[in-house]
């Protein structure tokens, strides 16, 4: 197969495929035209990789993943604490994206929002920023 085809396939596209194999996630051989040629496991592990990408997890993460995936002995255990990592990594970003909202709720809702240059927003950024 070829990038495109691979692309197609997978979901990836062509630009992060060609990352991939620069970072040593993929190898496909190259043919003797010096393009590469994609085999069925390379199409395989990127759409792994667009899987655990999408659930955010990192390169780092998805490197330690695939490798878990490609090997049979390994323990689920091993699967389990990086997804339970990335699952508490992301509570923490939900908890801190609800405090910005109610931050910003309550500031919205203190500026009138009128032709006044007083603005609560404003004064509450700049008693932040020099506080």
Request: hydrophobic share 35%; net charge neutral.
């Amino acid at each position: 197969m070829n990038i495109g085809d691979v692309a197609a396939r997978s979901g990836i596209p062509p630009k992060t495929i060609r990352y991939y194999e620069d970072i040593g996630l993929v190898t496909p051989p190259r043919d003797t035209n010096g393009y590469r040629v994609f085999r069925e496991t390379d199409m395989h592990k990127l759409a792994f990789m667009g899987r655990a990408r999408a659930l955010g997890f990192t390169i780092e993460n998805c490197r330690n993943l695939l490798a878990l995936w490609e090997d049979k002995e390994r323990a689920s255990a091993d699967v389990r604490n990086i997804a339970k990592e990335h699952l508490a990594q992301i509570e923490t970003k939900i908890a801190d994206l609800n405090a910005m909202r109610d931050t910003l709720k309550t500031l919205v809702s203190s500026c009138s929002g009128d032709n006044r240059p007083e603005c609560p927003i404003l004064n509450n950024l700049a008693t932040i920023a020099n506080g």
